[in-house]
């Protein structure tokens, strides 16, 4: 049986973080908690970085509203880029750690697997992976930024 005081702490934390959809399973309990809205899944990464884990600060808090908008990419510039969005509500990393490399960079080729970020969403880091093949165009937001549900984050260029 659920403990109705975790359910209600469950619920005040989606709302506090604009989350819509919650999987918890801990042993043999299993809690899933949608509200309206488009679904966004946390999972945690097959293989999160320690280094990310470990290393990385602390989640932001701010509305993702307070957040400067990144520039309107010139629309001739980027015809026939596609997208790589936000599946969820979180901090935006471009790297495994502080002391790390990024994932991506503008001219860096991806493949359908390639991970280009993390996002973290409630301590758990999720590595979002390109979907596509191509090249990186464009960065639309820094790492560290709070970013949106079906927030674009890159832009890719098909090969």
Request: aromatic content about 4%.
């Amino acid at each position: 049986m659920i403990d109705i005081r975790k359910l209600e702490s469950l619920v005040r934390l989606m709302v506090e973080n604009d989350l819509t959809e919650l999987d918890l399973k801990d042993g043999e309990e299993t809690v899933t908690v949608k509200r309206g809205g488009k679904p966004v899944v946390l999972t945690a990464p097959a293989a999160a970085p320690a280094a990310a884990l470990l290393a990385a600060p602390a989640p932001s808090v701010a509305p993702a509203a307070a957040a400067p908008a990144p520039t309107a990419p010139k629309a001739d510039d980027d015809a026939g880029c596609i997208a790589v969005e936000s599946p969820m509500v979180g901090t935006f990393y471009a790297t495994p750690g502080p002391d790390k490399p990024p994932f991506a960079q503008v001219g860096t080729q991806v493949g359908p697997e390639s991970i280009v970020c993390l996002v973290e969403a409630m301590k758990i880091f999720n590595e979002i992976k390109a979907e596509k093949s191509g090249t990186i165009h464009k960065i639309l937001v820094k790492s560290g930024q709070p970013v949106e549900f079906g927030q674009k984050l890159f832009l890719i260029k098909p090969s």
